[in-house]
């Protein structure tokens, strides 16, 4: 009993530290870093901006990671932590999403300008906003890193039956079919040779688990390895929809 209080109060700090001695001084680099490059404190040369924007992508890929443990915090929680309302999955979610990592990897906007809607037959989703976002966020961030550089990625939301039947595809490596019963769990990194090494916590996809059991559907991943890699979740739709 003394060591598993010992284990949660390691928890607990571990938590506290990422979200106050990283999360806030690491906010303020991104806030005044974007302020130099918007030329608020004066105007910069080319190879100026092309710098500080280099640091604010280092930044964000920071921030993605205590985001990871933060999330994870979040969908740990025992309580029910769902506030569920009706969204448009392409425009409060989807388009939101792009935006987002738009912004924050400039870099990548040419291949996130290219993510596309694929089979979509269910425009309105009953699940959690903030929750729904983290989600996506986490899958087409793994498709920017691990997929195809001129590779497609897309995403899809049918309904069948009782439940809408999600997906997010990229072209790429994939996972070898060994590994897909492995990579939703909790700090789980694939080691392969043939994908160069990315930075990361191991907690996107044990986040996005977690996300969708807490909505009480299923996910699981399918790969044709060296060709490409989906991962398909169900959310239970009302009874009334």
Not at 56 to 73: K, P, Q, W
Not at 98 to 120: H, I, M, W
Not at 138 to 150: I, M, P, R, S
């Amino acid at each position: 009993m003394e060591d598993i209080t010992r284990k949660l109060d390691l928890y607990e700090f571990l938590m506290d530290f990422v979200s106050h001695e990283i999360r806030n001084p690491l906010n303020s680099i991104i806030m005044f870093g974007n302020l130099m490059v918007e030329g608020t404190y004066g105007d910069l040369s080319d190879e100026q901006k092309e710098v500080m924007q280099r640091m604010l992508v280092s930044a964000y890929r920071i921030e993605h990671m205590t985001g990871d443990f933060l999330n994870m915090r979040r969908v740990d929680a025992k309580e029910d932590i769902l506030h569920k309302e009706w969204l448009n999955l392409k425009k409060d979610v989807i388009q939101v999403t792009v935006n987002d990592l738009t912004d924050k990897f400039p870099n990548q906007s040419g291949r996130l300008a290219k993510v596309g809607e694929g089979d979509c037959s269910a425009g309105r989703i009953f699940a959690d906003r903030q929750l729904l976002l983290t989600l996506y966020d986490n899958l087409f961030f793994n498709a920017l890193k691990y997929g195809a550089e001129d590779g497609r990625i897309t995403w899809d939301c049918l309904m069948e039956g009782d439940h809408w039947l999600l997906r997010v595809y990229n072209e790429g490596k994939g996972v070898r079919a060994e590994d897909l019963d492995t990579i939703f769990s909790k700090f789980t990194r694939i080691k392969d040779k043939e994908i160069p090494s990315q930075p990361g916590t191991g907690l996107g996809l044990y986040n996005v688990q977690r996300i969708v059991l807490l909505h009480g559907g299923r996910i699981w991943a399918e790969s044709e390895y060296g060709r490409n890699f989906a991962v398909w979740m169900t959310i239970p739709r009302p009874p009334t929809s």
